[in-house]
Every structure is written in C-alpha cells, then in structure tokens.
C-alpha cells in the first residue's frame, strides 16, 4: 500500500522550478531515501510534505489524505524532523516534549508521560530530561527533535539530513532507531546527503536534479541503471551526471 503519494508537486520560485511535477509513491513500512546535489529541490519538497510551504501546483497525499484538504489530520499523522533543531531552550527536555502533547492534544496523564519516558531512553536522554535545553549539545538537540517527532505515534516521519551534527555513535543509534520504526510498520521519507547512511538503511532510494526524479530503486537497481558497479556513489555520480570514481561500464543501448 502507498501510504505517501506526490502527485505533479511543483514549486516556483519568481519562475525557477525549485521542484517541477515530481510524481513518487512510497510504500507502508519502509525507509525512503531522497537523494540528490546541492539545489536539487529536496529540502522544498520536504517543507510541502511537512506543510510548511504551499505548493505552486499538486497534491500531497498521507495515508490516503490530501494535504491541502486536510492539513490537521496530516499532521496528525506525521512527523517531521527539520535538518536544524528549533527548539525553545529555556525549557527542560521533558517540559518540551510536554508542550508538543500539549498541541497534538494529547492528555497529560501516566500512559503519556510513561510513553515521554520511554523516547528519552530509546535516544539516550533521559539523564538529561530535566535539564535545560540550552545546555544540550547540537547532538543532543537533534535528538531531543526526533522524540518530539513521535511524541504522537505517527505512522510517517518526514525527516530532512538527520545524520547532521552527530557523533558515530549517535549516528548509528538513529539508523537502528529508523530500522526499528519501520519494523514497526512505519514509513520513514528521508532526504539526505550521506550515500552511506543511503546504502545502509534505505528500502528504497529516489534521486532528484532540477527538481525532477531521474531514477529511483533500490540500491541494486540504481546500480544497473546507471550501468556501474560497487557502491551507491557510483550510481549517483554517473546518474546526476558527475564523474565517477571508477569500476563503471559502459550504458546498455536499450
């Protein structure tokens, strides 16, 4: 089942096509890589899944919902987990994480705060959770955003470059907690610049320029349509039309 679908999203800005009649569908339960270079449109796309900015023209679906129809249910059904963590830094971790129940409209009562507890622990912030956010580092911060995005048990997570400012360890402590998302049943729609973390995680890979899809697959069938061998790199660079770090052959005629 598709639980996300664009649907000729465009956006223009004073009449450059930052994203020009994208059209994906993602699969229920998987982790979706948004790949592309510097400009491509990733980050405008995920601000009009997230609802931040309007598209020119298009639709955006969520679980079966139309964005612009039905924004509230959206959001009510996702999550999104910005590349910069905005966060009010005069309150503790646990008092935000209370302020974001608080706007979903959830009760403060033992179930949640045992559930609020239960996301500090699974990012390793628990020890944390009554001191100032302020004092957090960007790490910790980028963290405390990713609990806040699931404060509400959502069934997707939109998630824009969210390996920036971690450590290796927290690093590989976010790609475990994505894989166990989606065992769970959740879609995460992920864009980033690490074709590592790509290669590592994702089910499912879409690589943008212009603003227009030119390929996605998996990790093995973006090799072999680029008609390279070795990592997802490779794919990339020949795909997006950049040189290559060797071991390609040569593109079938077909």
């Not at 592309?36 to 997230?50: E, F, L, S």
């Not at 795909?239 to 005629?253: D, I, M, N, Q, V």
């Amino acid at each position: 089942m598709d639980i996300i679908k664009l649907v000729n999203l465009t956006k223009l800005y004073k009449g450059l096509r930052a994203v020009d009649d994208l059209n994906i569908s993602v699969r229920e339960g998987i982790i979706f890589g948004f790949l592309g270079p510097n400009g491509a449109g990733k980050t405008t796309t995920i601000r009009m899944m997230a609802g931040i900015l309007r598209p020119t023209r298009g639709k955006i679906f969520i679980d079966g919902m139309d964005l612009e129809k039905e924004p509230s249910k959206v959001k009510g059904c996702s999550g999104f987990i910005p590349d910069r963590p905005f966060l009010y830094e005069k309150l503790t971790g646990m008092e935000f994480l209370r302020f974001l129940t608080g706007l979903y409209g959830l009760n403060n009562s033992l179930s949640t705060n045992a559930r609020l507890i239960g996301l500090l622990e699974i990012f390793e912030l628990v020890h944390w959770k009554d001191e100032l956010i302020e004092g957090y580092s960007h790490g910790m911060k980028q963290r405390l955003v990713m609990c806040g995005a699931l404060v509400h048990d959502p069934k997707v997570l939109i998630v824009d470059e969210p390996m920036v400012g971690l450590d290796p360890k927290g690093a590989r402590l976010v790609k475990n907690i994505f894989r166990e998302q989606a065992a769970k049943g959740r879609t995460i729609f992920m864009s980033t610049h690490s074709l590592e973390t790509a290669q590592e995680v994702c089910h499912e890979i879409a690589i943008i320029k212009a603003g227009k899809v030119i390929a996605q697959g998996t990790v093995d069938e973006l090799r072999q349509d680029a008609g390279v061998e070795g990592n997802l790199e490779n794919a990339f660079l020949k795909l997006t039309g950049e040189k290559g770090t060797g071991h390609e052959r040569p593109l079938s005629s077909s």
